[in-house]
Every structure is written in C-alpha cells, then in structure tokens.
C-alpha cells in the first residue's frame, strides 16, 4: 500500500511572504513622492511612461513573489529534485493583476476589499504552489485545478483593469502577451505534464491580435476581459484536449461550445 503524503508549508516563512507583498502594495498610499515621466520613441511612436510609485510597486511586488516562492519552496522535502522556476510564474502574475486593480482604484471601501481579498488569494496561490511541488501528494488534483481557475480569473481581472485605466494599445499588448502565454504554458503543463512552448506562443499571438481588435471596440472593462479571456481559454482548452489524446472533431466541438458560452456572456454582461 503506497504511503500517502501531505505537506505543509512552513507557517514563518508563508505569513512574512505574504505580509512583504501586501506591505508593497500600501507603500504608494503611505508615502508621496514626485513622479518622473519616461519618454521613449519607438519606431516613430511617441510613449511616455509615468514612473510613480504605484508603478513601481507593482513590478516590485511581482518581482517579491516570484523570489518568496523560491524561498517557501526550498523548505519542501522535494525542493531538491525539482527546479522551481516553473512555480514562479503564476504567483508573480498573482500579484502583477492584484497591483493593477489596485493601481487603478481611488482610496475607497471598495480598495481595501480588493486589498484583503487580494490577501487571501496570494495566500492560496503559496499554498497551493507548495502543494503541486509533489505529484504524490493527495491534495495534488485539487491544487492544481486550483491554480488553473485562478489563473484565468487572474486574467480577466488584469484584462478589465487596463480597460478601465484606459491603456494605450502598446502598453496593452506589452501586457497581455506575456501574461497570455505565460497562463497558457502554465495550465497545459499542470494538466498534461508537459512544457508546450509552441502552443503557448501560438496562444499568445492569437490572443494579442484579438485584443488588439478589441482594444477599438465599445466594450465596457468587464465585456472587454470577457471578450479577452474567451481565446485564452478555448485554445488553452484545446490544446489541452489534444495532448490528453481527444479526438479533434471532439475537441473542435467542445471549443465551439465555450466561444458560443463566451458570446453570450458578453452579450449579456453588456
């Protein structure tokens, strides 16, 4: 009989990484200081980047994450046999998507919701990074669906908040396309075990000509996440249907199914 196994992640080490990227994240509405502008010409196009604080913190707090994953990861039994930059990912964008709806919101009730909420989901994401670590674990399935939901929802949440900040398209696109692939990668890997490069490229790709699309379209914040996600997810799907072995017509079908879904959730949300 195989022994079963469930690790915890040290309580230390998981409450200071969580109270380092939280602690980020109120640094702008503690602390004042004069934002610089960046001003770049890019093959003839005008950007200007505003360097403020808030900003700032946002890569600062992805940046945390990702190492404070690393460091809660090597207290794990497995952590020697298994390389952990794979984990990294979706903590950062955890608090890459959480940093830029806070970003954008004024200093409201509603700011502080997302603050502790927020909270609780890097604290989920930890854990349950912890846990895919090992494949034997008994929390393993339930962790890694998990992370896939939150990942998707992570997106939708990004998606909207650069439509309602009102984002220019290249900063849209500078955005979206890593975070679309990295999502990708991220979920076919939990799902099949195996890193798919080329579909996450591929996914990421068609996912920024779409959002580049839409970026013109008069879409409400929430229908364009809707409208961005929708890709995301049906070629995610199906890549994902594909390497378990599903026949194609199957997988064509079940896509077409979920775009349908997709279109009526815009339609209705509208």
Known sequence: MNETQRHIPDANRLSVLAAA???TYALPRLLEIQSPILNWNLLGLAISIPLSLGLMTIFLAAVLSAAGT????RS??????EISLQHWLLPALTSFALGTLLFNL??????WGSFLIGGVLLLMVFVAEYIVLD????RYTFASAGLIAVSFSLFLVLSAALSYAGARLILLLFVLFPATGL?????IHLRVGRWE???AVGIALAC???AAALHYWPLSPVQHGLASLAPLYILTGLAINLGDGMPLRRALLEAGIYLALFCLAVLFVG
């Open 106 to 111: 004024a200093d409201t009730p509603a700011w």
């Open 135 to 138: 494949s034997s674990d008994t």
């Open 70 to 73: 690393d460091w809660l990861l």
């Open 197 to 199: 490069w080329q579909w």
């Open 183 to 187: 999502v990708s990668l991220r979920a």
């Open 208 to 210: 920024a000509q779409i």
């Open 21 to 23: 990227v939280l602690l």
């Open 76 to 81: 794990h039994p497995n952590f020697e046999s």
